[in-house]
């Protein structure tokens, strides 16, 4: 069974390793670029995983699947290629305010919503720790602010270097006989609008090939997981799905020492802003979200960076002494009218499958996301 894969970031990488342990698959990968350049490059891989809020159904599912796959695919990954995947396993602090939306809610009735979901992830096999203000000071002693009245801790949940495992997804996946593309860019041949017009719900249609600059390429099936190129590739099938890109901004900070604690240096979070350990006083803080204009044009804004390290010195004090070494700003996929990630066939052509739009949550749904597509491929009862 012939096997194409369009797009080469962390969901790409993670469906072509996946797909490369099942024998008498012949797979190949293209993109026009090399590995984990677009979102996968611009993202901070922080897994909020047992954090969220989600308790049920295929979002909470496709979060817990992922979070259990990590912690056998990284030393599997390692062990593999030799490679070294940086993973911060100390887990993730999120701040709790008091709800300014809910000016009535107390930090008690806050602190005793989240007790709620550490019992219901007590239940599911998973750890959550419900901290006040007194026990964040003993763990977290570099986190001031007058809003804060505790936190919740995840020592299950991690952080990553996405372009190191991306790489070590590659390097492990060529190893079992996969082929990539770099470089290549791909022309889906275009189906007449009046044959799809004349497809029955019953019917689908196949695709049996694709141009790409490396010549015309035949497959069984095709698999999109291009990001924000996807919406091009879908559109010259007239199935069109629109990703519409949402830019982030970060700062990559030099302390030259560590905050708080040097022993437990967790991802901390609040109000939806990052504080990464980078290792030896360095973190990254990010990030912001800014949406496009109506024809998808979007620009870096200076001064969301600033309102950004402003509101993280604000919850640690000590970053204002931090030399800022580098910025960065990445664009992630997000769909249009429609919940993240698109996984799912395309309409019409039972032979296009899509692993796309995953927003801000690629990295740490990547090997979900590879099982899904492995199911449509190859059903389990088959």
Aim: neutral net charge; contains cysteine.
């Amino acid at each position: 069974m012939n096997i194409v894969i369009i797009g080469c970031g962390v969901v790409g990488a993670t469906i072509a390793y996946q797909l490369s342990q099942v024998k008498g698959l012949n797979i190949t990968v293209f993109d026009q670029n090399q590995p984990a350049q677009a979102s996968t490059g611009a993202a901070l891989g922080v897994l909020m995983g047992v954090v969220s809020h989600k308790i049920k159904g295929k979002a909470w599912q496709m979060r817990q699947e992922s979070i259990k796959r990590y912690e056998t695919l990284i030393p599997e990954l390692e062990g593999i290629t030799g490679r070294k995947i940086p993973c911060n396993r100390q887990g993730i602090v999120m701040l709790l305010s008091e709800d300014t939306e809910r000016p009535l809610a107390s930090g008690v009735e806050v602190i005793t919503e989240w007790e709620g979901l550490r019992e219901i992830r007590q239940s599911q096999g998973w750890q959550l720790a419900v901290w006040d203000k007194e026990q964040l000071q003993k763990f977290c002693p570099q986190i001031h602010h007058s809003t804060i009245i505790g936190a919740v801790y995840s020592p299950q949940d991690r952080q990553l270097n996405p372009t190191a495992l991306t790489l070590a997804l590659v390097d492990a996946a060529q190893r079992n006989g996969v082929k990539f593309k770099f470089g290549a860019s791909v022309k889906i041949n275009q189906v007449p609008p009046s044959q799809l017009v004349q497809i029955s719900p019953t019917v689908n249609e196949q695709l049996k090939s694709i141009e790409t600059s490396e010549g015309t390429v035949t497959a069984d099936w095709f698999i999109v997981s291009a990001g924000l190129g996807s919406t091009l590739l879908t559109a010259q099938l007239n199935q069109k799905v629109h990703i519409r890109p949402v830019l982030g901004q970060a700062l990559y900070l030099s302390l030259g020492r560590f905050l708080g604690n040097p022993d437990f240096q967790p991802v901390i979070t609040g109000n939806d802003v990052h504080l990464v350990p980078m290792g030896k006083g360095d973190y990254w803080v990010g990030a912001t979200v800014e949406f496009p204009n109506d024809t998808d044009e979007i620009s870096a804004k200076q001064e969301l960076l600033e309102a950004l390290q402003k509101q993280a010195i604000a919850f640690c004090p000590d970053l204002a002494s931090a030399k800022v070494v580098r910025t960065w700003s990445g664009l992630r996929p997000r769909p249009e009218n429609r919940p993240a990630p698109v996984i799912d066939k395309l309409p019409s052509f039972n032979n296009v499958l899509l692993a796309t739009g995953h927003y801000r949550n690629g990295v740490l749904l990547a090997p979900a996301t590879a099982s899904a597509i492995q199911e449509m491929i190859i059903p389990k009862n088959s």
